[in-house]
Antibody, heavy 122, light 109 residues
């Protein structure tokens, strides 16, 4: 059974960066696309971007271009989300999610991490 | 970019009622649309993929239909555990995009 386990809650200051991890277990890692989705308080779900680990290819939502970096470490089956220049509007729960169709962009989020709360506060 | 709308934004229905949520897109996306349930404090769950395919293990009271720009999600008989927010989500491969609708909050009377 595929499991995605995310790193713990973070508190960061405005202007800083945060890096959240998502470790996959239970099956192959590299071929399957992984994406990041966030939910700010009182808001809906928002896709940030994704990666196909076997190719290293990434794609990002236009809103986050230049501020987000998604990477993958195949040796530890872990995907990372790094978000820079944080503001209070980045306070949200961040989820990683994985598809079941390999070697293509994220199409459907079949598996989800438990979520990581990132709080941006001075 | 593909714009997405959902209606209604919220609804309240009784146990056993049929519930229908509509998702419309600004461009033809064929059947590249999924539906999720999101309960407070939990991760979202995929219910329907490719417009009409019920995910293995999901209750059969959930169903989806539609193609092109108009899609419908139905709960045939609302249950107390169905409370939450339901999102449609489209995916587009040129360039790869993955967008959620604004969501529909479902409550049980």
């Amino acid at each position: 059974q595929v499991q995605l386990v995310q790193s713990g809650a973070e508190v960061q200051k405005p202007g800083s960066s945060v890096k959240v991890s998502c470790r996959a277990s239970g099956g192959a890692f590299s071929p399957y696309p992984v994406g990041w989705v966030r939910q700010a308080p009182g808001q809906g779900l928002e896709w940030m971007g994704g990666i196909i680990p076997v190719f290293g290819t990434t794609n990002y939502a236009q809103k986050f271009q230049g501020r987000v970096t998604i990477t993958a470490d195949e040796s530890t089956n872990t995907v990372y989300l790094e978000l820079s220049s944080l503001t209070s509007e980045d306070t949200a729960i961040y989820y990683c999610a994985r598809d079941v169709v390999p070697r293509g962009p994220l199409a459907a989020a079949h598996y989800w991490g438990q979520g990581t709360l990132v709080t941006v506060s001075s | 970019d593909v714009q997405m709308t959902q209606s209604p934004s919220s609804l309240s229905a009784s146990v056993g009622d049929k519930v229908t949520i509509t998702c419309q897109t600004s461009h033809d996306i064929s059947n590249y649309l999924n539906w999720y349930q999101h309960k407070p404090g939990k991760a979202p769950e995929l219910l329907i993929s490719d417009a009409s395919n019920l995910k293995t293990g999901a209750p059969s009271r959930f169903s989806g239909s539609g193609s092109g720009t108009h899609f419908i999600f139905t709960i045939s008989s609302l249950q107390p555990e169905d409370i939450g927010t339901y999102y449609c989500q489209q995916y587009y491969n040129m360039p790869p995009m993955f967008t959620f609708g604004p969501g529909t909050k479902v409550e049980v009377k």
